[in-house]
């Protein structure tokens, strides 16, 4: 039994092979008779359909479960639902706040548990978006790239399936707003063993200069809320637009995970840009999810 919590769970070889059978698009039903719950605590539009039509495509099915229904932690503690679902079903996403719900739900699990995203990581973005960028380049080694904006869930994945994979990853954003030390602090040491370079920017112009892939997301994420008003202003300079994207190499790729607030993070249009591959990330979350369910769950 393996737990995906972090992207850096995963070995090179294992990330390559769920590439290699993600683009496959193999549909055989392999997870016949099984079932898959998704606990989610917070919203999701790609996240839960793709995994509950992965998990049809490949012959199972799923069951999601509201944060009224669990109250996870609250209304019942969380070794409990672990060892309960432990009897019901197969395999658990869980989209949470906290990566410490997570890993305490991974401890007590007796079924595989996948992070769906966490206020930490988001490992089933960053796996889609090294899909992506390998069908888009061919290759992963080597290249460069540029996350601009906030050292959140996603951008601590992209760092270290970065890292993991031999790209060299730079990012842009304002003091205070960096990946967590810890996490840049494992990033080095994957990047050592990858022979690529992690490095970081306050001006966004010197992070893209040169870069294959320019990549952004929301300046404020579920559940910081409060701050929204006055991220918009420290994040002002960092939105991403045609002239910024003008400073990466000719035919990079733009990225973002969505959902994106157009005229903040993004310029209106950027979405339909002719370097955009947005839509194609979003459907690689499918393929992708496939190939891992299919890795995890088969019998």
Not at 96 to 116: D, K, Y
Not at 222 to 248: C, D, I, P, T
């Amino acid at each position: 039994m393996k737990h995906i919590l972090s992207i850096a769970d995963l070995s090179p070889d294992e990330v390559w092979r769920l590439i290699a059978e993600a683009g496959k698009h193999n549909r055989e039903e392999v997870l016949k008779g099984r079932v898959l719950a998704l606990l989610f605590e917070k919203p999701s539009l790609r996240t839960r359909v793709s995994f509950e039509v992965a998990m049809h495509q490949l012959g199972g099915w799923s069951l999601y479960l509201s944060p009224q229904e669990v109250g996870l932690g609250q209304r019942e503690a969380i070794p409990d639902v672990a060892r309960v679902l432990g009897r019901f079903v197969h395999g658990l996403v869980l989209r949470t706040f906290s990566q410490e719900s997570l890993r305490f739900l991974a401890q007590h699990a007796t079924i595989p548990v996948i992070n769906g995203l966490s206020d930490e990581e988001h490992p089933c973005q960053a796996l889609a978006d090294l899909l992506t960028i390998y069908q888009k380049r061919g290759k992963l080694a080597g290249l460069t790239l540029a996350f601009i904006g906030d050292g959140n869930n996603v951008a601590h994945s992209l760092l270290l399936g970065c890292a993991l994979m031999g790209l060299n990853f730079r990012m842009a954003c304002p003091q205070g707003y960096e990946p967590q030390p810890l996490i840049v602090q494992r990033a080095r040491a994957l990047a050592a063993q990858s022979n690529c370079e992690v490095s970081f920017f306050l001006r966004p112009e010197e992070a893209v200069k040169g870069a294959d892939v320019v990549y952004t997301d929301v300046w404020t994420s579920m559940g910081q809320e409060a701050e929204a008003e006055v991220r918009r202003h420290k994040f002002a300079h960092y939105q991403v637009n045609k002239e910024l994207l003008s400073s990466a190499t000719e035919a990079a790729l733009f990225m973002h995970p969505l959902p994106a607030h157009h005229g903040e993070e993004i310029a209106l249009g950027l979405l339909d840009h002719p370097q955009s591959v947005v839509f194609d990330q979003a459907e690689n979350r499918l393929h992708v999810q496939r190939a891992l369910l299919a890795e995890l769950l088969a019998p």
